[in-house]
């Protein structure tokens, strides 16, 4: 490259990390912002989990003493496998409360 | 056995012992026998129901206990389309599951879940299990009761349904002072205003709610309501969508003087009634045929065995007993059975009146019709060319 071309070129490869240090500020601020949203999810779910309850129900069948689609193992076992199509209503419903 | 969340909604300290009272949704609890809560430090504790509503999906259960604070409770109104929000549950019994998302919509209703409906729509992942869970705002405060989802496989699909926590607490604050909820009630039938049906009432209101029936004996009917009076106000706020007019009327404890501005024969005017009370099963409020050909419906005079039949009174419009397949009639979902009350803010009693307005008003094309199914009227335009 003769001094001419270097010369003319300089100033620009001066001018370039001037140029590209405020992308890396957008980016760190990106970051720094994930990082607080992230926070705020973390604060809400270590306030608010303690006071969040998990319910469990139970109801008597009567009248079926043994029914095919009873597990003989026990709830558990019918609850965990129900539980993944879930349990109250048919697959096929397009809008459904969603109860386990 | 079926599973659900819930969380602590209020602690009442008491003499000998507290009460928690803990939300969660009516479906997650409704005909149980046995109720069992368990917290996030794996404390288990037997509860029972306080309360229920079916109506909105709202339950409350208790506790006796007080260890854990009740959670604040934020205000859905300042909800806004694309915050940020939290749900907090247990799908598929997988106890304290967060997820995050935005507010998608607010104030969806028609779903056909529940009586009342308001819900906030989100796309925090939402499952079977997170029913009655809280939907959360990043200062931790519960704007909504996860209670449904929109789903095609049965699981999460971006698609949930929040109650809003203003309406679910005021159904909760009544079911734990009384142990039941009181509705206020008008009794009117009312509808959402169309572009098309301000025109036919040649009004330039095109938002509102349009009054299509008034029971009788009703405080409306006292209050001097009238039929194809437009609702633009309630309590002074304006009124927009059918939903959301028929969540505040009930929300109003029975016995309030309330205002309601209307628009009638094109002058605006404030009515005031008193706020009844909703008794269960209430609602808001015919033999020769004759034909109109241009509307494809055959009609015939509500006898008294016709209008018993279809819930109307005799002598009082027409039932529709055929309806043309493709014609402006089943185009606008009338049917065998829809009663006729009036034609262009006419009244038909027979089918000559039927046959009479109609014909008076075939050359513009278009007819009002006042229809009813099953006890419940309605503002119908139909078009032809």
Redesign the interface.
């Known amino acids: 490259m003769s001094h001419r071309k270097l010369l003319f070129f300089l100033p620009f490869l001066l001018c370039f990390p001037l140029l590209s240090a405020p992308l890396h500020a957008v980016e760190d601020g990106g970051i720094a912002n994930l990082r607080q949203t992230s926070k705020a999810f973390a604060s809400v779910a270590r306030e608010v989990s303690p006071s969040v309850v998990f319910i469990q129900v139970e109801s008597v069948q009567k009248g079926i003493p043994f029914s095919p689609f009873q597990s003989p193992f026990g709830d558990d076992l019918l609850n965990v496998s129900l539980a993944t199509v879930s349990p109250v209503f048919p697959i096929n419903v397009s809008i459904s409360r969603n109860a386990g | 056995?079926?599973?659900?969340?819930?969380?602590?909604f209020k602690i009442d300290k008491g003499m000998l012992s507290d009460t928690s009272y803990?939300l969660?949704?009516n479906?997650?609890?409704e005909?149980?026998?046995?109720?069992?809560?368990?917290?996030?430090?794996g404390r288990e504790l037997e509860?029972k129901i306080t309360g229920a509503d079916p109506k909105s999906?709202i339950a409350i259960?208790e506790i006796e206990d007080s260890e854990?604070?009740?959670?604040p409770m934020g205000n859905s109104a300042n909800l806004e389309v694309g915050e940020?929000v939290?749900a907090?549950?247990?799908?598929?019994?997988l106890?304290?599951t967060?997820t995050?998302g935005v507010v998608s919509a607010k104030g969806r209703s028609g779903?056909?879940?529940n009586d009342y409906e308001d819900f906030i729509q989100t796309d925090a992942a939402?499952?079977?299990?997170?029913?009655?869970?809280?939907l959360?705002n990043?200062d931790?405060e519960v704007v909504g009761i996860?209670?449904?989802?929109?789903?095609?496989?049965?699981?999460y699909m971006g698609v949930?349904?929040a109650i809003p926590v203003n309406l679910a607490k005021n159904i909760a604050d009544q079911l734990i002072d009384s142990g039941e909820v009181t509705r206020g009630y008008l009794g009117i039938v009312i509808q959402n205003m169309t572009p098309e049906l301000a025109e036919s009432f040649d009004i330039d209101e095109k938002k509102g709610i349009l009054v299509a029936q008034v029971s009788e004996d009703s405080p409306a009917e006292k209050a001097g309501l009238k039929v194809g009076d437009l609702i633009v106000r309630y309590q002074g706020e304006k009124i927009t969508e059918v939903a959301d007019f028929r969540n505040r009327v009930a929300l109003t404890p029975p016995g309030t003087a309330s205002n309601l501005t209307v628009i009638r024969n094109g002058k605006r005017k404030v009515i005031n009634v008193n706020i009844g009370t909703l008794e269960d099963g209430q609602v808001a409020a015919s033999a020769s045929t004759g034909t109109a050909d241009e509307l494809g419906l055959t009609v015939q005079t509500l006898t008294a065995d016709l209008a018993r039949q279809f819930d109307a009174k005799a002598g009082q419009g027409v039932v529709v007993t055929e309806v043309k397949p493709g014609s402006v009639a089943a185009m606008a979902g009338i049917r065998n059975g829809t009663v006729i009350l009036q034609v262009n803010k006419m009244d038909v009693n027979s089918i000559a009146d039927f046959q009479r307005a109609v014909k008076k008003r075939s050359g513009d094309k278009r007819v009002l019709l006042l229809v009813s199914d099953r006890g419940m009227s309605r503002y119908v335009v139909l078009s032809w060319r």
């Open positions: 056995m079926g599973q659900g969340s819930g969380f602590v803990i969660t949704n479906h997650v609890v005909g149980a026998d046995k109720i069992r809560v368990t917290f996030q430090d509860a999906d259960l854990h604070l009740a959670l940020w939290v907090v549950g247990n799908p598929f019994g106890s304290h967060l995050v779903l056909g879940i939402i499952n079977p299990g997170n029913s009655g869970g809280p959360l990043l931790g996860n209670t449904a989802i929109f789903s095609r496989s049965g699981g949930g349904f």
